[in-house]
Every structure is written in structure tokens, then in C-alpha cells.
């Protein structure tokens, strides 16, 4: 006799007096030949979803934990796990990721910790191309690799190397004086990270205030530059006209000339009558 399932649970018609079913039998790991009544296989339906659930949701969660990964760590130490086609990761799983960070970035030497050291203070900030954040987060992830290799950084210490940083770069010259003037007690990582954030966000207010008024400058001077440019070619043009009109009037006035001075050397040239002898 075939049963017709729960309309309601999904599930779909089984013999519930003892059918084999090959491909359900797979799906659930019943081994061949086993005969399950309905209450066995709705037992065993529920905990395969239950078993799929929790798979999901490790699969989710090892994604997530794969992205944290990529973002805390700089590029740098995982270039070499780019796809060369996509530059992305999605051939590399988390555990692969960590084994591959165990085996190199946590094996530094104390000379490699002080090259990368050296090399994060020879940053050129540019406050144009650049943020902040770009720079603390290298920082912080020198801290954590020293503390690795169990050669910890201090908090000053890594204080001082992003005050190196952002006063290299020239453009926080007010802003730097501003955070020495504060006290000792002030001087910490996270305190210069939030007063870099704020100098970099005031200058881009300046640059965009002075974008404005130079905006409005060059306005002003190429509305000049044309006022001029036009009373200049107005001027040019009408003395051009005046000085067509000279040279068309002294024109008339060489033709006029020459007329007359042909017409009076034509009379001069005409015989003396002779006078009669008386």
C-alpha cells in the first residue's frame, strides 16, 4: 500500500510499509536493503535538514571569516594568493589563507620586523589620494605582527612612527603643533588616528573653500580678460577704418593732384604764338 506523505512537511510519496528508495536511501546514508516505516523516515528527513542547515550556515560562516581575513592583513602579504586572472581569493579558503599567513608573516625575523618597519615610516602620505585610515591600519598590523614574533611594540612607539608619518607629509604642519601642545597623557595611538582623521577632513574644507574662491577669481578675471579683449578689438577696428578712410582720401587726393599737374604741364607745352612785325 502507498502512502500519500504530509501534504504540509514536503516530503514526498513513500510506501510507508517498508519501500526502498535508492535515491533517498542515498541522501540519508541508509545502507541498502534496510526497510524504515514512516516514523523512521520523517526522523531521518528532519535530521539530514537539520545536518544541511548546519553546513550552510559553517559555509557562511568560513566566508565571513575569510573576508575578515583579507581585509585585516595588508595585500601585500597575500598577493601571492591572488588568482593571476581575477586578483581575488576565491580559489583559497580561510584555513588555507591562515596556514599560508602561519607559515610566512608569523615567522619574521627580528631584522625582517625592523625592514617592515622601516618601510611603513617611509610612507609618503598624500592627503589627496589617500586616507588616514590607510596608513593606521599598516600600523596596527606592525604591532600585531611584533607581537607575533614576540617583540611587542608599545603604544608610544607606534604613536611616534604615525607622527613621523603625517608630519613627513608637509600638510599638517598646524595640526601637528595642535597634538603636541595636548598633554603627555593624550599622546596615544588611537588619540592621533581620530586628530589625523580630523586634520585631513579640515583640509579637505580648505581646499575646497579655496577651490571655490580661485573658481570664482578666474570667473571674475576671464570675464575681465574678455571685457578687455573685446574694447581692445572694437578699438582695433574702428581706427582701422579710420585709417581706411586716410588712405582712401589721400588716394583721391594723389589722383587729384596728378590730374592737375598733367592738365598744366599739357598747356605749358603748346607753341608761342609769334607777334606780327609792324
Same mark, same amino acid.
Given at each position: 500500500?502507498?502512502g500519500t506523505g504530509h501534504a504540509h512537511s514536503g516530503l514526498p510519496h ?178 592621533? %588616528? #581620530?586628530?589625523? !582623521?580630523?586634520?585631513?577632513? =579640515?583640509?579637505?574644507? @580648505? *581646499? &575646497? ?6 573658481? %570664482? #577669481?578666474?570667473? !571674475?578675471?576671464?570675464?575681465? =580678460?574678455?571685457?578687455? @579683449? *573685446? &574694447? ?13 578712410e586716410l588712405v582712401l582720401a589721400l588716394r583721391q587726393e594723389l589722383a ?23
Amino acid at each position: 500500500m502507498f502512502g500519500t506523505g504530509h501534504a504540509h512537511s514536503g516530503l514526498p510519496h513513500y510506501d510507508w510499509g517498508g519501500l526502498h528508495y535508492a535515491r533517498t536511501s542515498r541522501c540519508l546514508g541508509i545502507p541498502g536493503g534496510t526497510t524504515i516505516d514512516k516514523v523512521q523516515l520523517t526522523c531521518l528527513l528532519e535530521e539530514h535538514k537539520d545536518q544541511v542547515e548546519r553546513a550552510n550556515q559553517a559555509q557562511e560562516l568560513m566566508h565571513t571569516l575569510k573576508q575578515m581575513i583579507i581585509k585585516a592583513v595588508p595585500e601585500r602579504y597575500l598577493a601571492i594568493l591572488h588568482n593571476p586572472f581575477t586578483s581575488a581569493y576565491e580559489a583559497q579558503s580561510a584555513r588555507q589563507i591562515l596556514t599560508h599567513l602561519k607559515r610566512t608573516v608569523a615567522t619574521l625575523t627580528d631584522d625582517e620586523l625592523q625592514e617592515e618597519y622601516d618601510r611603513i615610516a617611509a610612507t609618503t602620505f598624500d592627503p589627496h589620494g589617500m586616507e588616514v585610515t590607510e596608513v593606521m591600519a599598516d600600523i596596527r598590523f606592525l604591532g600585531r605582527l611584533a607581537t607575533a614574533i614576540n617583540n611587542p611594540y608599545s603604544d608610544a612607539q607606534l604613536m611616534r612612527l604615525a607622527l613621523k608619518i603625517f608630519t613627513n607629509c608637509g600638510y599638517f604642519s598646524q595640526g601637528i603643533r595642535a597634538w603636541k601642545a595636548r598633554p603627555v597623557a593624550e599622546h596615544s595611538l588611537e588619540n592621533i %588616528h #581620530q586628530h589625523s !582623521v580630523w586634520e585631513h577632513a =579640515t583640509l579637505h574644507e @580648505l *581646499n &575646497q573653500c579655496i577651490g571655490a574662491i580661485a573658481g %570664482h #577669481q578666474v570667473n !571674475v578675471l576671464q570675464e575681465s =580678460t574678455n571685457s578687455m @579683449l *573685446n &574694447q581692445q578689438q572694437q578699438f582695433f577696428e574702428a581706427k582701422t577704418q579710420e585709417l581706411t578712410e586716410l588712405v582712401l582720401a589721400l588716394r583721391q587726393e594723389l589722383a587729384s593732384f596728378l590730374a592737375n599737374a598733367s592738365n598744366t604741364s599739357k598747356s605749358g607745352d603748346k607753341p608761342k604764338k609769334k607777334k606780327k612785325k609792324e
